[in-house]
């Protein structure tokens, strides 16, 4: 079994900074793209940043100059460096990642980690 946990969440103020952390374990051969979305109440799901196996990143307009994106491939790790945040930032942060246990990748998401932004 594959499993993806985030950590990292909480309470921060406008202007602040908080980093997120998502550790991938189980039965995994390779992991290609790793990223992270966010849902806030009665919104859909969308994405937040994403970062391929070899350091490509992108970026949603909204975090684009405030947030980073990072990967430890050694310790299956992802990480969102989130600085500057704003109230519009508060969601459940969800990672993803493509990953390999056999010929054949499939997506797999962490359980979500909360991020509330007070203005």
């Known amino acids: 079994q594959v499993q993806l946990v985030e950590s990292g969440g909480g309470l921060v103020q406008a202007g602040g900074s908080l980093r997120l952390s998502c550790t991938a374990s189980?039965?995994?051969?390779?992991?290609?793209?790793m990223g992270w979305y966010r849902q806030a109440p009665e919104k859909q799901r969308e994405l937040v940043a994403t970062i391929t196996s070899d350091g490509s990143t992108n970026y949603a307009d909204s975090v684009k100059g405030r947030f980073t994106i990072s990967r430890d491939n050694a310790k299956k790790t992802v990480y969102l460096q989130m600085n500057s945040l704003k109230p519009e930032d508060t969601a459940v942060y969800y990672c993803?990642?493509?990953?390999?246990?056999?010929?054949?990748?499939?997506?797999?998401w962490g359980q979500g980690t909360q991020v509330t932004v007070s203005s």
């Open positions: 993803n990642a493509l990953i390999y246990s056999g010929s054949t990748g499939f997506g797999y």
């Open positions: 189980g039965n995994i051969r390779s992991i290609s793209t």
